[in-house]
């Protein structure tokens, strides 16, 4: 071994600099052809893209070897000035250093992973890939409603993750308090339309109920925290002469905006079924008609103003 190390050492500069490139190149196509076998045996999409990340970690960490091996004289001859060298590019490059130190706290921890979906500022989406310097995101909102995907894919530094906020929506309790507002006249019957509310989110969110509640406990059991009221509830407000509900219920945050169509479906239909008991609450608004014409005889046909009813809001 010593009489290896021997032989690389006399080497010339050249011929270490061409052999660092041809081992470079030699270790990076076998380790994707390593990526390939290792990946075809894999039969879930989370499965093989871990194997692949660690196969290219592994490669990384084998390329760093072989050039330290390579140039283990010229690094000694030549440490106080890179000590200078390193000491410039950590000022030069802190914010490269930020993410990379990131990188880990991300993973050890816990902070997300692949699949989650996170908030960080004003970014949120779900998490699609994390490298060593960058957290890419599929984004969700902005121009769209509800938490729909938008298409834009959003690569966020990973420092981020240590200067700011990051609220996970998947880690833990992986459902989210939602509500939806009905407004209806004065005349309406509000004790029907409580019920009405009521029984119209027991049918549409009944299926979470089992799995909110044990999601729950598995948090209460690591935290210090009140048991919240996971059953659907509804509060009245008088706005405007309007009598306004609001449904409150829990929700798992992926079928947000489906769960949200579903119940506006139901109560608009239980709405048109009331017989009258329910009506929506609208308003109207005049505009009035500004007379410029002087003759008697058009005044007398035109309109004095005009009253446009809008559409019931929800």
Known sequence: MTYSLAKITDLSLSVKLLSAVIGILVIHFGFRLLERRVTAHLGYAAARYRARKLVALAGYVVVYGFLA?????????????????????????????????????????????????IQIGDTKGDVIDISLMRTTVMETGGWVSGDLYNGRVARIPNSMALKGQVFNYSQGFRFVWDEVK??????????????MLLRVAKQTVTGYMVEAQDSWKKIADNFRLEQPALEPTVTLVMSGGSLEFSLSYIVDYTRRTAVKDQLFTRIVDEVVHSDGRLEWA?????????????????????????TRATTPRT
């Open 69 to 117: 091996l390579l140039f283990e004289d010229r690094l000694r001859q030549a440490s106080f000035a890179l000590g200078l060298l390193g000491a410039g590019i950590v000022v030069a490059l802190q914010d490269g250093i930020a993410s990379f130190a990131g990188r880990f706290a991300i993973t050890f921890s816990s902070l997300y992973r692949v699949g989650d979906r």
């Open 282 to 306: 609208s308003s109207s608004t005049s505009v009035e008609l500004k007379l410029t014409d002087t003759n008697p005889q058009r005044l007398s046909t035109q309109q004095p103003a005009l």
């Open 182 to 195: 009905a407004k209806f006249s004065s005349t309406s019957d509000h004790v029907y339309a409580r019920e």
